[in-house]
Each structure stands twice: as structure tokens, then as C-alpha cells.
């Protein structure tokens, strides 16, 4: 059974930073890439960043690049995104998401086949 | 930037009645076009892939039909169960999400 177990999130003082993790069971971790889509409050889904099955590969939203980092640790089976800058408009639910996929783009994007339970961001002074 | 909009907001039937969501493309994405759905508190959930191939799991009430900036999600013999908010995504581009149609029986 896929399993996505998320950790991490909380509340962040604007400007300043977060890391959420993202633990995986039920599959060949390594063989997949991966993603972040969020949800603020009341709203509907976002794609936030993508990174390939050997970690080789990341892709960004416009709205998170150059702040957010994705990355992962194949040996731990854990994806991980380091949020840096940090402002209001990054208060959301932060979902990890496996795709079907080793890599993220081909030509075209990719779908989301399981989800994390999501953890919280607030962003808050 | 591929928009895609959805209709109707809300959509309120009885159970047992046939319910018809429909999202729209600002463009072509040819059948790159994904369904999930979400109940409150909990992460989406993927039903439909590339326009009309049902996920693993998912009763085949559900169906998904269109090609090219048009699709239907219909849902067969509606169970209290199926409420919820219904998003599509498109993956020709960069996935973007429609605004979502929620499910009321």
C-alpha cells in the first residue's frame, strides 16, 4: 500500500523559513518523481515544485522560485522542501504527491496518483 | 499559463440521479486532462487520468469523456459518499487546476 506521511509545517514569521518532509512506503521511491501542491485556505489546488525519481530533474511555480528547494534523499525514501522567504501568500496546505512517473516532464507534465494527509503552513507575524 | 474552468460552482442532486461536471480549456490539451476529488479534511483523491481512464480502485461509475478544451466527468448512480468538491487538472503544460465544482447529495 503507497503510503505519503508528511511532517513538518507550522507557523513562520514572514520572511523566514520551513522545511516539510514527506515520508514514502509501498513503493520504489526511486523510481518515481515526485511533487508539492498546495491549498490555501478556502481555495483550490496549486502546483508548487516537482523533482525527478534519481533527484536530478526540479521544477518550480513562477510564485515559489527561487525561494522554495525541493530535494530528496532516495536512501531514506523522504522528499523534502526547504521554504526560505517565506510570505503571506504562501499560507496553505502543503500536499506531497507521487506521480506515475520518473520524470516530472516529458513533453508534457504529469498527474498526481497518491497523496500526503498535508500539513499546515501559516505565515504569520 | 492553460486556465481551465469549471462548472457548474455547485451542483446539489438526490442519490441515484446522474451528475454532469464539465471543465473548460483556455486551449487545446489535447486528452491530458485529470480528475480528482476531494472530501473536507482530506487530500484530493485521483479518479480519472488523460481524459477517460479510470484509477486504480475507482468504481466504474465514474467515467470521464472530451478531448481538446472540453470535458465531462459523469457520475453514474450517485452515492451519498460521492459529495465532495471535483477538480480537473490539465498536464499538456505546467498543471494548473480548475476552480473545482462542489458536490452536494
Known amino acids: 500500500e503507497v503510503q505519503l506521511l508528511q511532517s513538518g509545517g507550522g507557523l513562520a514569521q514572514p520572511g523566514g523559513s520551513l522545511r516539510l518532509s514527506c515520508a514514502a512506503s509501498?513503493?520504489?521511491?526511486?523510481?518515481?518523481?515526485m511533487s508539492w501542491v498546495r491549498q490555501a485556505p478556502g481555495k483550490g489546488l496549486e502546483w508548487v515544485s516537482s523533482i525527478s525519481g534519481s533527484g536530478g530533474g526540479t521544477d518550480y511555480a513562477d510564485s515559489v522560485k527561487g525561494r522554495f528547494t525541493i530535494f530528496r534523499d532516495n536512501s531514506k525514501n523522504t522528499l523534502y522542501v526547504q521554504m526560505n522567504n517565506l510570505g503571506a501568500e504562501d499560507t496553505a496546505i502543503y500536499y506531497c504527491a507521487k506521480t506515475p512517473f520518473f520524470d516530472f516532464w516529458s513533453g508534457q507534465s504529469s498527474y498526481f496518483d497518491y497523496w500526503g494527509q498535508g500539513a499546515q503552513v501559516t505565515v504569520s507575524s | 499559463e492553460i486556465v481551465l474552468t469549471q462548472s457548474p460552482a455547485t451542483l446539489s442532486l438526490s442519490p441515484g440521479e446522474r451528475a454532469t461536471l464539465s471543465c473548460r480549456a483556455s486551449q487545446s490539451v489535447s486528452s491530458l486532462l485529470v480528475w480528482y476529488q476531494q472530501k473536507p479534511g482530506q487530500p484530493p483523491r485521483l479518479l480519472i487520468y488523460d481524459a477517460s481512464n479510470r484509477a486504480t480502485g475507482i468504481p466504474d461509475r465514474f467515467s470521464g469523456s472530451g478531448s481538446g478544451t472540453d470535458f465531462t466527468l459523469t457520475i453514474s448512480g450517485l452515492e451519498p459518499e460521492d459529495c465532495g468538491v471535483y477538480y480537473c487538472q490539465q498536464r499538456s503544460d505546467w498543471p494548473t487546476f480548475g476552480g473545482g465544482t462542489k458536490l452536494e447529495i
Open positions: 509501498g513503493f520504489s521511491f526511486s523510481s518515481y518523481a
